[in-house]
Every structure is written in structure tokens, then in C-alpha cells.
């Protein structure tokens, strides 16, 4: 079960959020480089114009009611993964977290087919760094975990797969692509997790768990990674709508 609260930033597959709704469409800011649905080269084009935007997001777009995507800001997060059975069973709830150094990212493909409306990308982060505070309960492996404090999980050479799928709608004359799906799969090098106060403070318990954690990342992650990727999609969904909503598909994508 995943439940998430107020996200406000913007990575969103791979725009900008343009502020608030208005009845007329907007435009992509001047200083993004437009990419031409005609052009022979056009994914290559995006990837390239992608690219570029992530950059001047990272101080955000005060005109357009932006803030700095770095970091990334999330209110509150609550994830519950695991059975009985499974080798995890975790429920944990963070607040006030800060994801950093996603405008680090660099996009190494990007796909588009515009008649079934789906856009697929693949980027490469050096790390992404989540860091907030944490309440945590359950069992890793064999061993039962509880704490509360700060975390910091680090995904290091972090790939990302992002698809989109997406339908079209019409209002007041224009057409704007509505993102109905969004799926998010990541493969990093490797992750390394820290959690401030783990066991009441128990330095002892804490640094076993740590070292049980760490030595064991693929085990904890790949039991993990389906919960972080459907927190990730639902919110990339979310971001991107207030993006593809706003800015209709001939303005996204000119002919």
C-alpha cells in the first residue's frame, strides 16, 4: 500500500509544471528548444531539448510559478511492503523528504510514438540522494527493525526507464495529452541506506542493522523496488498532467 501526500517540485517525465490552470493553453517557455513532429531526427531532437530544460529547471521558473527542482520537495510519504512470508515486511512513513541531484540526470534515449500517444525515456542519474525524516517498523530478512530519525537512501549510478501512456482530450478547441499511465523502473549500481536512531538509539543494534542493510542492498531493494516505483509513477503522473494539461499537443509537439 503506498499513499502519498503533497509532492511540489518538478522532474515529471521530463517537463515542467506551468503554474496554475488556465482555460487557454500555454506555451513552452521561450528559452526551451522546440522539437518539430516532421523532423527526421525528431526523438534525437528531444533528447537533446530534454536535456537542456533539465538543466534550466534546476532554479526553477519563476514566471511560471516554478520553484528549484533541486532538491525535489515531498511532504509525506507512507509505504507498506511485504507478506508474512516475504523476506521484507516494512511499513514506513517519511515526512519532509528532499530528494536531490535528479537535474544531475541525463538522458541517454528517447522514444516517442505520438499516433498511440506513448513516450518512453531512459536516463542515467550518478546518485539520487533521498533524505527526510522516518518512522520504520517491521523485519528485514529474519530480523526485526523499528526506528525514527533522519534517513538518507542513496541510489548510486542510478538507470531510470520511464513510459507514458497517454489519451487525448479536447477543450476549448485544442488538444491536450492526458497522462493516464505512468511507469517507472529503476536499476541502480548499487544503494546504500542510513537510518538515524535505529533501535531507540541502540548503537549496538544500529550498526548491525546497517551492516545487514548495506551488505545485503540487493536483497532489501529488489523487495522494495516495486513500492518506490509505484510511489514514483503516481507521482510523475501527477506532475506531468499538470504539464500536458496546460500546454496543448501542438505546442508540445509542432509540426
Known amino acids: 500500500m503506498i499513499s502519498v501526500n503533497t509532492w511540489y517540485g518538478l522532474a515529471g517525465i521530463w517537463f515542467l509544471s506551468l503554474g496554475t490552470y488556465t482555460s487557454e493553453g500555454k506555451d513552452l517557455p521561450s528559452s526551451f528548444e522546440k522539437c518539430h513532429r516532421n523532423d527526421p531526427q525528431f526523438d534525437q531532437c528531444l533528447r537533446n ?3 537542456g530544460a533539465i538543466r534550466l529547471l ?4 519563476p514566471d511560471f510559478g516554478i520553484l528549484p527542482l533541486e532538491p525535489l520537495a515531498v511532504d509525506s510519504l507512507v509505504i507498506e511492503q511485504g507478506e508474512p512470508s516475504s523476506p521484507i515486511k516494512l511499513k514506513q512513513h517519511f515526512t519532509n523528504v528532499r530528494l536531490s541531484h535528479l537535474t ?3 538522458i541517454l534515449k528517447y522514444r516517442t510514438d505520438l499516433k498511440k500517444l506513448i513516450i518512453k ?3 542515467i542519474t550518478p546518485q539520487v540522494q533521498f533524505v527526510g525524516n522516518y518512522s520504520m517498523d517491521g523485519r528485514i530478512l529474519v530480523l526485526p527493525i523499528t526506528g525514527k530519525g533522519l534517513a538518507n537512501i542513496t541510489l548510486h549510478r542510478l538507470k531510470t526507464h520511464h513510459e507514458l501512456i497517454g489519451e487525448m482530450v479536447e477543450r476549448n478547441g485544442e488538444q491536450y495529452m492526458h497522462i493516464r499511465k505512468y511507469l517507472v523502473h529503476f536499476e541502480p549500481k548499487f544503494v546504500t541506506f542510513q537510518f538515524g536512531n535505529l533501535f531507540n538509539g541502540d548503537e549496538r543494534l544500529g550498526k548491525t542493522m546497517h551492516q545487514v542493510l548495506n551488505d545485503n542492498w540487493e536483497v532489501v531493494f529488489r523487495e522494495l523496488r516495486s513500492s518506490y516505483e509505484d510511489t514514483f509513477g503516481y507521482i510523475f503522473k501527477k506532475i506531468s498532467n499538470q504539464i ?3 500546454v496543448p499537443m501542438n505546442k508540445i509537439f509542432p509540426e
Open 121 to 123: 525515456a531512459e536516463a
Open 49 to 51: 531539448a530534454v536535456n
Open 104 to 106: 544531475e540526470s541525463t
Open 244 to 246: 500536458f494539461l496546460k
Open 58 to 61: 534546476k532554479d526553477g521558473l
